[in-house]
């Protein structure tokens, strides 16, 4: 099914960056391919996290099933929810920030392969990165942490996101660390408001 939209997806990933350009006889052919798994991946991904969920269910306490029952749900939604984020937001602006390194005597010649690996290697760490408030959420839940424990590891979760930027990031740029850090800092800040205010923990 994504394969037969493969033109349309790329259309809408290749955006922000313009006109590209295949370089090698099968590079069209095989990316048309890695947007075909890609998309198929994420459109799979509820199917795929509830299978994981059924598997589990069975060895879980009545108490934790009633916990599970909204996990799937919200975390397909936080997942999607970060991929679209990354997309109108983010994708752009680190888009725009690398062509203009571009003059008049350096121009920006992109190649349709290396430009989508980018684009899916930008865009999937923040699916990841946005079930950060489930997470803590569900260990508030069973009493592993608490808003205050929260409060004072903060500054040494800011250190730790600008490292887990740096490491999941495409280039090794700072925008880019930065662009994947920030995100996941105010999701921290999410997570605390949370646990102190709506659960009381």
Request: hydrophobic share 55%; aromatic share 18%.
């Amino acid at each position: 099914l994504s394969y037969y939209f493969a033109e349309e997806i790329i259309g809408l990933l290749t955006a922000p960056a313009g006109k590209l350009y295949y370089m090698r006889p099968t590079e069209a052919f095989f990316t048309y391919m890695k947007v075909a798994l890609f998309s198929g991946f994420v459109i799979a991904s509820p199917i795929v996290l509830y299978q994981i969920w059924a598997f589990v269910m069975p060895a879980l306490t009545k108490g934790e099933r009633k916990i599970s029952n909204w996990l799937v749900p919200v975390a397909v939604l936080l997942f999607l929810s970060g991929i679209l984020f990354s997309y109108i937001a983010v994708l752009p602006a680190a888009t725009k920030f690398f062509i203009g390194f571009g003059t008049e005597d350096l121009q920006p010649l992109f190649s349709v392969s290396q430009y989508i690996e980018f684009v899916i290697s930008f865009i999937l760490p923040f699916g990841v990165v946005f079930e950060l408030p489930l997470v803590v959420v569900v260990l508030a839940k069973i009493n592993l942490i608490t808003s205050d424990m929260l409060k004072k590891y903060r500054k040494y979760f800011i250190f730790l996101s600008f490292v887990i930027g740096g490491v999941i990031s495409p280039t090794p740029d700072m925008f880019s660390q930065t662009m994947i850090a920030l995100p996941m800092i105010l999701l921290y800040e999410c997570s605390l408001f949370i646990t102190k205010y709506m659960m009381k923990k």
